[in-house]
């Protein structure tokens, strides 16, 4: 299987690159030289490679920055994916589309399944959505696979800041009134690669790791964690603060536990702890680069 991965230099598409099963031949687009904003180029690649799947990891993940700049975020989230779908169907390649919780308002109080309403709060969430409707406009058999909270042992993400603050700084306050559920990209790229060896599945589906969390308890964890393998000299106090104590540009959802039971099901593959996920992740850390 020919498998082009947009988005290939992030957490999920150097995971993706780390663990592809044997017999599939990757090629590994990303910028410069392959931007998802320019639909002509977009066209000429997925022509030259004539992928049997293309997977989009590319995306523009500034929160906070997209409040001020909403134009790079749609260039990217909502035109981007939509370049990549109408190109998966000229070609008649399958499509993996990665998207997020932030399609959701977080003001439910149990996990959001694949068909609940989405009204996303900020720019970032709203082109996310945008994107996923040029998807499923664009291409009938496309899978949608939302996701939460993705951490790895690459690039800048959750995890690799609290390991560093935590060796720097004497106390951290965190947020602990934000609940969802961290997502090991080692795990997501599993449910990935899953899915694309099940060409009949299509829609859109959720894909986290089990169990809830708030930000508090997963920095909580993630020292805990981090003491028991070795890679903290000391602990430091973790103290839990208000969402209001913290403000931002953008505002997040209060809960965004997605309801992940029927990609559990369909992909075959068995939930995983947050804080196992985390543990083998942690034990991998030294490797990164």
């Known amino acids: 299987m020919k498998v082009l991965i947009a988005g290939a230099k992030g957490q999920l598409g150097r ?3 780390d663990t592809a099963p044997q017999g599939v031949i990757l090629h590994l687009l990303d910028l410069p030289d392959f931007d998802i904003t320019d639909e002509a180029s977009v066209r ?16 523009y993940t500034a929160v ?17 994916a939509g370049h990549l779908a109408r190109a998966a169907r000229e070609t008649g390649a399958r499509l993996i589309h990665v998207s997020t919780d932030y399609v959701f308002d977080g003001g439910a109080n149990t996990p959001y399944a694949p068909d609940a309403e989405c009204r ?10 945008q994107g996923e409707i040029a998807v499923l406009e664009a291409i009938d058999n496309a899978l949608i696979l939302r996701t939460a909270w993705l951490y790895s042992r690459y690039g800048a993400n959750f995890v690799l800041t609290m390991l560093r603050l935590m060796a720097e700084r ?19 790229a599993a449910a990935v690669w899953a899915a694309a060896a099940r060409p009949e599945i299509s829609g859109i589906y959720h ?15 993630i020292q805990e964690e981090a003491l028991a393998l070795g890679k903290l000299a000391r602990p430091v106090p973790v103290v ?4 209001a104590d913290y403000p931002t540009a953008a505002r997040r959802p209060a809960y965004s536990v997605l309801d992940c039971t029927r990609s559990w099901s369909d992909f075959g593959l068995p939930p ?12 991998g850390v030294e490797k990164k680069d």
Do not use: C
């Not at 690649?45 to 590319?58: F, K, S, Y």
């Open 15 to 17: 995971t993706l690159a």
């Open 44 to 59: 000429r690649h997925v022509n030259e490679v004539g992928p049997d799947l293309i997977v989009n990891a590319a995306a």
């Open 64 to 80: 906070d920055r997209a409040e001020e700049e909403p134009a790079p975020a749609f260039a990217v989230n909502a035109a981007g």
């Open 120 to 129: 996303p709060l900020g720019v970032y969430g709203e082109s996310k959505r």
């Open 170 to 188: 004497e106390q951290l306050s965190v947020v602990a009134d934000q609940i969802g559920a961290p997502t090991w990209s080692g795990t997501l």
């Open 207 to 221: 894909w986290t790791d089990a169990g809830v969390a708030s930000w508090y308890d997963f920095a909580v964890a």
């Open 240 to 243: 839990p603060i208000r969402t």
């Open 272 to 283: 995983i702890h947050w804080r196992e996920a985390l543990r083998r992740m942690l034990r």
